[in-house]
């Protein structure tokens, strides 16, 4: 598991473009027969991926957290991006087909990962934050979840937002989760843009073609950057930064989110006039 710690806005004007990459960027999460973790001080945020091929693979950390098992004094959200599998909690197995999702609750002791096929992989996408309470563990089909319609194709930002770790979901102590699917044609995942001061977040993109390119922005309003990202990278948005993005296509990201709440609404929109 790698770590990565927390920075200041002022820190981040005086960043080069492999310093913020280095700081911001998660290259590499799905690699076949593979668990491969990063830790973001942000919030105390986990999140990667975990890619089972010929055997199961589970998450051990303990002396990273000081505790006996992972999720000791923490839940976990899961969303598959690739083919079949499931994943087994304490004995329990739960089939976890193309973007199924599942969320886990504190003081599950035994969580492990399966694909169907070592040919075609499943693809765990998992983000886990400290709980404080164990809520009951719930699997999540998005064929059974109404998507939020947004956007407009001639403001090319037509999407469909699909709420999977959510109050009207499920219940979580603080991890919010959810996939966010662009129509073809749209390429920005929201503009005007907006922070939320209460909350950090973490964007999966995939969904893309190998020449396809999101430009995902971050920064304070008045001193944005932007990091340049191909399939199945992750970058880390801190509290403070704008969330937003924009692409040469079409493209599906998973967002998740903790910290002081879990109202998906509560974000403070920025002018148009006030971006730099």
Known sequence: METRYAHHPEDMKKYTTEELRREFLVETLFEAGFVHLTYTHVDRMIFGGVTPAEKELTIKLDKELGVEYFLERRELGIINIGGGGSVVLDGKEYEMQQRDGLYVGKGTKEVLFRSKDAANPAKFY??????????????????????????????????????????NVCESCQLQMGLTMLAPGSVWNTMPCHTHERRMEVY????????????HFMGKPDETRHLVMKNEQAAISPSWSIHTGTATSNYTFIWGMCGENITYSDMDHVKMEDLR
């Not at 998005?142 to 939020?148: E, G, V």
């Open 126 to 167: 998992i983000n886990s934050a400290p709980a404080h309470h164990t809520y009951p563990t719930v699997k999540i089909d998005i064929n059974k979840i109404d998507p939020l319609q947004m956007g407009a194709p001639e403001t090319l930002n037509e999407r469909k937002i699909y709420q999977y770790v959510h109050p």
């Open 204 to 215: 999966l993109y995939f969904d893309m073609e190998p020449e396809t390119r999101v430009f």
